[in-house]
């Protein structure tokens, strides 16, 4: 038996203990023995066993000081005095008073959007203003443009949900009935067109719900967005802040980014600079391609609570699949009137082959191909586990028992192994 590892930590007021846990198959089980903690926004309940797997980055913060016991192997573990959890916390306490002047005033709460390159702590500051949010009794919106990660969905979506509770500490967000839309790429530049539609879709959207809504109205909105700034990047960026309005953008360590949004927003948007935090840990293209299969692996199997997916059989001809997106062809080539645009926001069906195992199928709401499919959200995914030529069956992974409902599904580039 390998012999568990246990550590404990003393902390200062306003200081956090971060840790990793990277080999496989590892456990750290986390415990606040005294004082008061929270881990990106969330209180940590006293007493409580917290457990983090394989790829968890933490940082436990206090206020106030604290004792916190690890328990398990960790691949670092250290307490940071410098953070820069008082410059967020002093944002948070400006989007606040605009909550409370919208209050007042009938209007609506500030929209913030955070942006920055790749690990910077985009999802993490993200996180941590929503909880704020919460814990202050607002109900703000968490809009999440990551088609990378995924945080409200799977990868290759894009989602909004209504926070009423501070995140789970081991399970995030609540994911009751968010709102997602069906991208089917890992980065926007995949297909910019189809991108840009979805996010002024889902803008639109939000804003009606806000407007039946006055408590999530004036609570306001919180968007985390992709990490690429660059070129077209801060195209999908500058769209983004135009089709949601925003009132406030957080730039994370990018003074380019940051001098280039202040010259070219409005003036009504306030531009702020933000450090990031040196507890962010950088992650290679491998530990990103993990997280991304992890996510959807919770999906079907849950993470902290188990979920138990059904498998079985469906013949091709009770299928309705569809892409998005026709192959590019240049305008000549493209029947007389169409642009080369229109083509990457087509419905095309997609004809059932080898190369359809191991992915992902969003399950739209729409009935047919042409029920206005991309302005539609997703009822959730279901997941190929085998192609069966032959007999003309698709083996399917799915959180519903069969059938499958008689609606559209749409091919994503995603793929999931399941070897659950
Ligand atoms: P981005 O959204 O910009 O790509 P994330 O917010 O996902 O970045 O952060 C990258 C990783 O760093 C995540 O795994 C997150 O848990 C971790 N992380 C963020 N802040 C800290 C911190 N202060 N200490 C330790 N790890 C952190």
Same mark, same amino acid.
């Given at each position: 038996?390998?012999?568990?590892?246990?550590?404990?930590? +003393?902390?200062?007021?306003?200081?956090?203990?971060?840790?990793? #846990?990277?080999?496989?198959?590892?456990?750290?089980?986390?415990?606040?023995?005294?004082?008061?903690?929270?881990?990106?926004?969330?209180?940590?309940?006293?007493?409580?066993?917290?457990?983090?797997?394989?790829?968890?980055?933490?940082?436990?913060?206090?206020?106030?000081?604290?004792?916190?016991?690890?328990?398990?192997?960790?691949?670092?573990?250290?307490?940071?005095?410098?953070?820069?959890?008082?410059?967020?916390?002093?944002?948070?306490?400006?989007?606040?008073?605009?909550?409370?002047?919208?209050?007042?005033?009938?209007?609506?709460?500030?929209?913030?959007?955070?942006?920055?390159?790749?690990?910077?702590?985009?999802?993490?500051?993200?996180?941590?203003?929503?909880?704020?949010?919460?814990?202050?009794?607002?109900?703000?919106?968490?809009?999440?443009?990551?088609?990378?990660?995924?945080?409200?969905?799977?990868?290759?979506?894009?989602?909004?949900?209504?926070?009423?509770?501070?995140?789970?500490?081991?399970?995030?967000? /609540?994911?009751?009935?968010?709102?997602?839309?069906?991208?089917?790429?890992?980065?926007?530049?995949?297909?910019?067109?189809?991108?840009?539609?979805?996010?002024?879709?889902?803008?639109?959207?939000?804003?009606?719900?806000?407007?039946?809504?006055?408590?999530? /109205?004036?609570?306001?909105?919180?968007?985390?967005?992709?990490?690429?700034?660059?070129?077209?990047?801060?195209?999908?960026?500058?769209?983004?802040?135009?089709?949601?309005?925003?009132?406030?953008?957080?730039?994370?360590?990018?003074?380019?980014?940051?001098?280039?949004? +202040?010259? *070219?927003?409005?003036?009504?948007?306030?531009? #702020?600079?933000?450090?990031?935090?040196?507890?962010?840990?950088?992650?290679?293209?491998?530990?990103?391609?993990?997280?991304?299969?992890?996510?959807?692996?919770?999906?079907?199997?849950?993470?902290?609570?188990?979920?138990?997916?059904?498998?079985? *059989?469906? +013949?091709?001809? *009770?299928?309705?699949?569809? +892409?998005?997106?026709?192959?590019?062809?240049?305008?000549?080539?493209?029947?007389?009137?169409?642009?080369?645009?229109?083509?990457?926001?087509?419905?095309?069906?997609?004809?059932?082959?080898?190369?359809?195992?191991?992915?992902?199928?969003?399950?739209?709401?729409?009935?047919?191909?042409?029920?206005?499919?991309?302005?539609?959200?997703?009822?959730?995914?279901?997941?190929?586990?085998?192609? *069966?030529?032959?007999?003309?069956?698709?083996?399917?992974?799915?959180?519903?028992?069969?059938?499958?409902?008689?609606?559209?599904?749409?091919?994503?580039?995603?793929?999931?192994?399941?070897?659950?």
């Amino acid at each position: 038996m390998t012999e568990v590892q246990l550590q404990e930590f +003393k902390l200062d007021p306003d200081s956090e203990l971060r840790f990793e #846990v990277e080999s496989k198959n590892e456990k750290v089980v986390l415990e606040v023995k005294s004082g008061y903690a929270e881990l990106f926004g969330t209180e940590l309940v006293k007493g409580k066993p917290y457990e983090f797997h394989t790829g968890a980055k933490v940082a436990v913060f206090t206020w106030h000081g604290c004792t916190v016991e690890l328990r398990g192997r960790t691949e670092v573990s250290y307490v940071a005095k410098e953070t820069p959890m008082v410059v967020y916390l002093n944002v948070h306490a400006a989007l606040e008073q605009q909550r409370v002047a919208a209050e007042q005033e009938g209007t609506r709460g500030p929209v913030t959007m955070v942006v920055g390159p790749g690990d910077v702590g985009k999802s993490t500051l993200t996180r941590l203003l929503l909880n704020y949010a919460v814990r202050m009794g607002r109900r703000p919106i968490f809009v999440d443009l990551d088609v990378g990660q995924g945080h409200i969905s799977i990868p290759g979506t894009i989602g909004a949900t209504l926070v009423e509770r501070p995140a789970s500490i081991e399970e995030g967000f /609540s994911q009751q009935a968010p709102l997602v839309y069906h991208f089917g790429h890992k980065a926007p530049g995949e297909n910019l067109e189809l991108y840009n539609t979805i996010v002024t879709r889902l803008a639109e959207v939000v804003t009606e719900r806000c407007e039946n809504n006055k408590k999530a /109205s004036t609570s306001g909105v919180i968007i985390n967005t992709c990490g690429w700034i660059k070129g077209a990047g801060y195209k999908v960026l500058t769209h983004a802040a135009q089709a949601f309005e925003v009132d406030v953008i957080l730039v994370l360590d990018n003074e380019r980014l940051f001098i280039e949004l +202040k010259r *070219d927003m409005p003036k009504f948007v306030k531009v #702020v600079y933000l450090p990031k935090s040196g507890g962010v840990v950088e992650r290679s293209s491998t530990q990103r391609a993990e997280a991304r299969d992890a996510r959807i692996r919770e999906y079907f199997y849950g993470k902290r609570t188990p979920y138990y997916p059904h498998s079985f *059989d469906v +013949k091709f001809s *009770d299928l309705k699949i569809y +892409k998005v997106g026709a192959p590019s062809l240049p305008d000549s080539c493209l029947p007389l009137g169409m642009r080369a645009q229109e083509a990457l926001t087509r419905v095309v069906a997609a004809l059932p082959s080898l190369s359809l195992a191991h992915r992902v199928l969003a399950v739209s709401f729409a009935a047919a191909p042409d029920d206005d499919v991309l302005h539609t959200n997703l009822a959730g995914f279901v997941c190929v586990t085998a192609v *069966d030529m032959e007999r003309q069956i698709l083996t399917i992974l799915s959180p519903q028992p069969r059938p499958l409902p008689n609606t559209v599904l749409l091919l994503s580039e995603l793929q999931y192994m399941d070897n659950h």
